[in-house]
């Protein structure tokens, strides 16, 4: 029988299975024989154990589409990143940064900023054209309020998106708009820390209707560039490729060069700062890494 891990927790995987419902399963030994570990969101096919207790072993793990590192998921067509516009406000280093580990596992990124109600029309605007004008599909929504629902549940239809930010931003709550059968636990802001507390423990997959899956993944707090170049860091600013080829130096990575095209549109506010001096600071960490491997 085919299914889908949704779930994994202490060598158990819970496969849905569609209309036969979803089995507890344990991976046979040829899967460590062979180093494949199963992922939530891979497909697999199963035996059954027993029907009435619905038990089974997974026999096989189908082909991955994709495979991501962090959060270890397989088979997602996009990432929305979720934000607070306010109580916490926005880091938008960790945003960028979030951004950049899904450019670099080539998986389309929207970003959604959470209590929009709190923050007022300004704020909202200004941190929308950040985004849009890098080219990534901007939600302004608000829980509490239940508004901005309908275009980000658009946007989740039919595809596995995978969901991550930080704790405390509203990640549950939006969620819990989203479908009704699995309540998640909504943690509440420490007032003293205006940070949430890890709610979510374990990554899954969420069913919200035909071939819609959320994935929701343990709330971070930081998150770092591994298994990159400093040098591959500027692909991954979507906004810098249409300058490629235009600074005076082949191979410029827009920090301390002379004619840079990247730091001209700084200039001409055509690329926004924040997200420059975030580029800066991510190359900076990366020269340091490679500095300790050598």
Known sequence: MKG??????????YVDTGESGIYECKAKGIFRKDKKKP??????????????????N????????????????ANVDQALVIFALEDPK????????????????????AVCFNKDDLAGPEKAEEMRKIYEDCGYPVFLCSAAKKEGIDALREYLDGKTTVVAGPSGVGKSSLTNLFQSEIHMET?????????????????????????TWLCDTPGFTSLYTEN????????YFPEFRPLEGSCRFQGCVHVKEPGCAVKNALEQGRIHRSRYENYVMFYEELKEQEKRRY
């Open 39 to 56: 992922l939530v969101g891979d497909h697999v096919e199963i035996e059954i154990l027993s029907e009435d207790e619905k038990t089974g």
């Open 187 to 211: 943690g509440e802001i420490s007032r003293k820390l205006k940070r949430g507390r890890h709610t979510t423990r374990h990554a899954q997959l969420i069913p919200l209707g035909k071939d």
């Open 90 to 109: 926005p880091n938008v280093a960790l945003l960028d940064r979030f951004l950049v580990m899904m450019e670099q596992q080539e998986v389309p990124a």
């Open 58 to 73: 997974l026999t096989e793990l189908l082909e991955r589409k994709n495979e991501l590192i962090r959060p270890a998921v």
């Open 228 to 235: 990159m170049e400093k040098e591959e860091l500027r692909g």
């Open 4 to 13: 889908r891990i949704i779930k994994g927790i202490a060598g158990f995987y």
